[in-house]
């Protein structure tokens, strides 16, 4: 518990729906629910950083609808390989959830945070499972896809949409942060790193308190840039390299994202959508990207599978070249 107190993103997590940013109708929506004590399944879908997670958390929490979260939650992270099959299901949830709630709690309550990376078998079977203990037991889930999840799962949860923070947001909530642990800093600076990481609010706050020496803010620009933007970057350029004929270029760009996927810390899904909603992308191209992005779950290694994905670009953008006559 010292640790996660150490760390600012856990320190400076909001406590309470107020804290949250919510429309008026969220907001009415989500009290009621902390009034009564009651909720059904509910599914939060959004893009990173944009609070999902931890609204889950407020919702289970003494200042949600739980008194008793050590016996009557059951939190589990979707996108590891331990849970996120059909075995986690039948021999954790289902056995978690055959003993009803303990204490004044009405609810048991698993919360699966990153919940686009089960697999089919395993949305299945929790289909079986919420509706065999549907009088105490709800599940919570968070995804950045919504499309990710099977329309006869969806259809038994309330969905709610989180949309990225405003930047003003994130610049007033990080400017706040520094202020109480008492660090100097240099407002451009700031407003340099919550530009570049923007929307992701766990990864700004992460960056900043990394960045903090002696009580200063010192940014190192270069390493701020996040990789994700230079790769994007890269293959923005890797395309006009092919639309320019300039294939002697082609193969340092390569080399430059080849290097760029060795960072372990990438938000591939992330990726695949910046770069299929970027407009200077060309659609051959973004049909490539959906294709890899919906087999990217199942993959063994993300960054073999992306790159597999830069060489069908290529394949791809140079024969449309040739067939358009450009």
């Known amino acids: 518990m010292e640790f996660l107190n150490a760390l600012w993103v856990e320190k400076y997590r909001p406590k309470r729906v107020e804290d949250v940013i919510l429309s008026k109708e969220y907001m009415i929506t989500f009290k009621r629910f902390i009034e009564n004590n009651e909720i059904g399944h509910l599914l939060f879908a959004g893009p990173p950083g944009s609070g999902k997670t931890t609204f889950a958390r407020i919702l289970c929490d ?13 939190e589990i992270n979707g996108s590891a390989k331990q849970t996120r099959g059909i075995a986690f299901i039948q021999e954790v949830i289902e056995p978690y959830l055959r003993i009803p709630p303990l204490g004044t709690d009405r609810h048991k309550v698993v919360f699966i945070d990153e919940g686009d990376f089960l697999t089919d078998a395993a949305f299945n079977s929790m289909r079986n ?6 009088k105490y037991g709800r599940f919570i889930l968070t995804c950045n896809y919504i499309s990710k999840i099977p329309d006869p799962l969806q259809s038994r949860f309330q969905v709610f949409t989180f949309n990225q923070l405003p930047i003003e947001y994130a610049l007033d909530y990080c400017s706040k942060i520094l202020k109480k642990e008492e660090v100097e800093y240099n407002e451009e600076e700031l407003k340099f790193v919550v530009n570049s990481l923007h929307p992701d609010i766990r990864k700004i706050v992460n960056t900043l308190q990394r960045s903090c020496v002696d009580k200063k803010l010192i940014v190192k620009k270069e390493s701020i840039l996040s990789s994700e933007k230079k790769i994007i970057s890269s293959i923005i350029e890797l395309v006009s390299c092919i639309a320019k004929s300039e294939n002697h270029k082609i193969s340092s760009c390569i080399t430059t994202i080849s290097d760029l996927l060795q960072n372990g810390d990438l938000e591939f899904r992330g990726l695949y959508e910046n770069l299929f909603f970027t407009k200077k992308f060309p659609t051959p191209a973004k049909v490539i990207v959906n294709k890899y992005s ?4 199942d993959c063994l290694i993300p960054q073999m599978h992306f790159i597999a994905m830069i060489f069908e670009i290529i394949k791809v953008l140079t024969e449309y070249k040739k067939m358009v006559g450009k």
């Open 62 to 74: 003494r200042n949600g609808i739980l008194s008793n979260k050590k016996d009557n939650l059951l």
């Open 294 to 297: 919906n087999s990217h779950k």
């Open 129 to 134: 499972v919420m509706e065999k203990y549907s």
